[in-house]
């Protein structure tokens, strides 16, 4: 991959060059360490001074068959171009994660992940590849996706985390048991729940169904890693990408358990190779073997985006710590927003929650029960602010967990 992306890639090679490296500098994995790494500023920068793809491409137009573009909440969308043979790879990658969270030919796979430039879209041929009979659902609105469960009784199904609580929670409120209907694996990525356990495990019991998480970056793949039938821990497709995690300010690697953002180098694709790419991402992560026998090193939770990461008087803190916290206590609903403000010149944290409906107990002292929680878990006593019941705003794709109310520039 180094040697194709120096002699094809003007961008790779004018890096490599500024880093005094060369491909052939590589002979062992310490090495790769030498070579330069890029991050999605850099792929949105490229694009826009060499259109339409950027120059960090290594294949002919000619052979590019598929384009995915980033979600991405900031800027311009990357573009991220497959060749035919690394669509292939993806689509064959996917049936095999598939495979090892236990679907098998005989399941019903109704895809409710969106299909527009979004790279979760294609992964419903990943389901057909492994045998599965597919429903192309994709975003409609709820009431119909409820009328397809109802109608074909699929048995598996791939949203959001937030979106498999919201459709639970109005299938209830027309009347229809989630639990009883036909879904049996719920497969999920884009949001850090499918790894946070009090998540997890709530949406498995309102859907009486396994949850798997799954994640995938536009970049490289709709998925990347997948849980296994173990459900412990994803297992990384280390075929096809190699994973280093590092502390995001030195760039040294950190050992197995300790949290870390991933860097992830792609093994195969030509039509747009990463080299060492910062996915932003904060894991953590162990090569022990599985239980299932698979030997792809495991992620214990994607913990959240470095984007979304709160400073708060010089603890780290992230939404999903906080989410652990909230989905644990049975007075809260489980909703909860992470509230940025500026005190004397310092950030500081307010977290909003509701109280489930019906609640009659004290609410000073279940706010403290929530800060005593914060304080032994994140290091940290914010302020916490009790709302009613579905106050706050739920969320039909990704949930919006930080609203930072510092004035910019400050
Ligand atoms: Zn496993």
């Known amino acids: 991959m180094l040697e194709l992306a120096y002699h094809k890639s003007p961008y790779y090679q004018r890096i490599f060059k500024e880093a005094g490296v060369r491909p052939f500098h590589l002979e062992n994995f310490e090495d790769l360490k030498k070579f330069p790494t890029i991050d999605k500023k850099d792929l949105r920068t490229r694009q826009q001074m060499v259109p339409d793809f950027g120059d960090l491409i290594c294949a002919p137009e000619e052979d590019f068959v598929f384009l995915s573009a980033s979600s991405g909440s900031t800027g311009v969308p990357t573009a991220s171009p497959f060749t035919g043979p690394d669509f292939e790879d993806f689509q064959d990658c996917q049936a095999r994660l598939f495979w090892s969270s236990g679907m098998r030919p ?60 919201f459709l639970g929670e109005t299938a209830k409120e027309s009347g229809i048991n989630p639990a009883e209907l036909s879904i049996r694996k719920i497969f999920v990525a884009g949001e850090p729940g499918g790894s946070i356990p009090e998540t997890q495990t709530s949406i498995e019991a309102l859907w009486d169904a396994d949850v798997y998480d799954y994640y995938g970056l536009s970049d490289i793949f709709g998925a990347c890693a997948g849980m296994c039938e173990a459900k412990d821990g994803l297992h990384m497709a280390e ?9 995001p300010q030195t760039g040294q690697e950190v050992a197995e358990g300790q949290r870390g953002e991933m860097i992830l180098t792609s093994l195969k694709k030509v039509a747009r190779p990463l080299i060492r790419f910062r996915t932003g991402d904060i894991v953590s992560y162990t090569t022990e073997t599985c239980s299932c026998g698979r030997t792809h090193m495991r992620m214990h939770g ?26 644990n206590n049975e007075n809260l609903t489980g909703e909860y927003v ?44 914010p302020r916490i602010r009790i709302l009613d019941a579905k106050s706050l705003t739920r969320a039909t794709h990704k949930a919006i967990r930080v609203r930072d109310e510092r004035k910019k520039g400050q």
């Open 338 to 381: 992470c509230v940025i403000t500026e005190e004397k010149h310092m950030a500081a944290l307010t977290i909003e929650v509701e109280k489930v409906e019906g609640f009659q107990g004290d609410m000073d002292a279940l706010a403290t029960e929530i800060q005593i929680e914060c304080q032994k878990i994140i290091g940290i006593k």
């Open 302 to 327: 994607i913990h959240g985006r470095l984007d979304d990461m709160m400073i708060i008087k010089g603890v780290n803190v992230f939404p999903s710590d906080i989410e652990t916290i909230v989905r």
């Open 106 to 165: 005989t399941d019903r796979y109704c895809h409710a992940l969106n299909f527009t430039l979004f790279v979760g879209g294609p992964n419903v041929i990943g389901a057909m590849k492994l045998g599965a009979l597919t429903v192309w659902a994709g975003t409609i609105p709820s009431e119909r996706l409820l009328a397809i469960f109802q109608t074909w009784r699929p048995t598996v199904t791939w949203t959001t985390p937030s979106y498999a609580w």
């Open 239 to 247: 075929d096809h990408i190699l994973v280093e995690v590092v502390d």
